[in-house]
């Protein structure tokens, strides 16, 4: 049985009997002929993160197979900053593997996503798809394995306020209906997910929930199993394109920026990474975390600094990341600890047969419960540009490889303990601390650039773009500057309210 075919959401994959990582021009073609498909649309992200669109209507076959080949001619200048006006034309060229039905167009369209190629017909060196492709390939080429990751979105949706079944504040974790009032909707964001293809692990009220001023915000977050590193970057673009456009069918609002309102839980795109070689995952060895897992931790806390310059792009980033609020301010790691920069969750190492135990008609189950441990970063935020932040984590576990001490500076950077209580002060004092702003995540990327440079994976011209962005900010002392005000923080808040 070919467990990727059984029980797929995705109609391409129903209709074609072959995972998408297959699809060709032909299969294309062949379910637009089978299933009545009027429009193609062409879909690509931007400098500001945001998947951008190119619509055609399909006349004929020769039209449809021109397209399919040689993609289209866009205006670069107007996607990325880095790219001047006199020399702008870019290509984008579908990748077949993205194809799925979209969900929300009145007439039948098939969507695909994009890769840029510059005038030579070479890909776009400072793309941030490419660099994540060129990372990976990094990887794989200095390690000998596969870097694979799953995001986990967090993000508020905001209606009026019934009155009705109030939630508790601050208290919606894994909350039910009717005091979680959004489940509707966040199961409909999880089927069109999965029916683009997204591989959803599932999906929950999360802790932030409260009403301000008539109008309800309740937290949700989409899980996604952990996969090919550049699929992972794919799935949650098109899952953000998803759910805002979702929510715009309801009549919602949705926000994935980090911080809506000062004293309330933020939003944070924790991401979840394992390293794998001929299908098995390494992240552990004799039922404990292995040296691969640690190498990839070590080279994570050497860059965290620069890593924000990926992750946390717009000074309200910075309002989240503070003590107490379940988000990292130090350069640390941990079992189990969600007051750390990487996390190591619960993996299944226990050797008993839960299922069994809870379930005395089962028969032992022979299922190999390694393959799910993971390790998670928790300072990234929806602000980030996913293929950035990804393609710099890819960057970071192969510089942890590279490092001749790496196994050492893990070892100095666990703690086994809740940091932001009292008791541990002292051990507080002995770990560096993440940026406070944009201004400084700008100075760390500089500091450390070369290294995200190696391999050629991140272009100078993109480092410099980040970098530029960044310090445009002004905000070295924006935290200190506004304690004790209430109105200033919100008006920022309200500004980058749609980031990402």
Known sequence: MNYELEMNANPLVVFLQ???????KADIISYIQGNGIRMVKFMYPAGDGRLKT???????????????????RVDGSSLFSFIEAGSSDLYVVPRFRTAFADPFAEIPTLTMLCSFFNKDGEPLESAPEYTLQKASKAFTDVTGMRFEAMGELEYYVIAPETGLFPATDQRGYHESGPFAKCNRFLSKCMQYIAQTGGLVKYGHSEVGNFTLDGINYEQNEIEFLPTRVEDAADQLVIAKWII?????????????????????????????????????????????????????IAGMMKLAPSITAFGNTNPTCYFRLVPHQEAP?????GDRNRSVLVRVPLGWTSKKDMSSLANPLEAESLYKAEQRQTVEIRSPDGSADIYQLLAGLTVACRHGFEMEDALRLAEETYVDVNIHQA???SRLKTLKQLPGSCAASAACLQEQRSIFEEHNVFSPYMINGIIRKLEAFNDATLREDLKGKSEEPQALVNNYFHCG
């Open 244 to 296: 805002r456009n979702l929510a715009h069918e309801y009549g919602l609002n949705v926000t994935f920026a980090p911080k809506i309102t000062l004293g309330k839980a933020g939003s944070g795109l924790h991401v979840h990474m394992r390293i794998t070689k001929d299908g098995k995952n390494q992240m552990l060895s004799g039922g404990k975390l292995s040296d691969t897992a640690r190498k990839a």
């Open 423 to 425: 008791e541990n002060a």
């Open 329 to 333: 301010t130090n350069i640390c790691w």
């Open 18 to 24: 072959k995972p998408s990582s297959e699809f060709t």
């Open 54 to 72: 190119l619509n055609f209507v399909i006349t004929n076959r020769a039209y449809l197979d021109e397209i399919l080949t040689y993609g289209e």
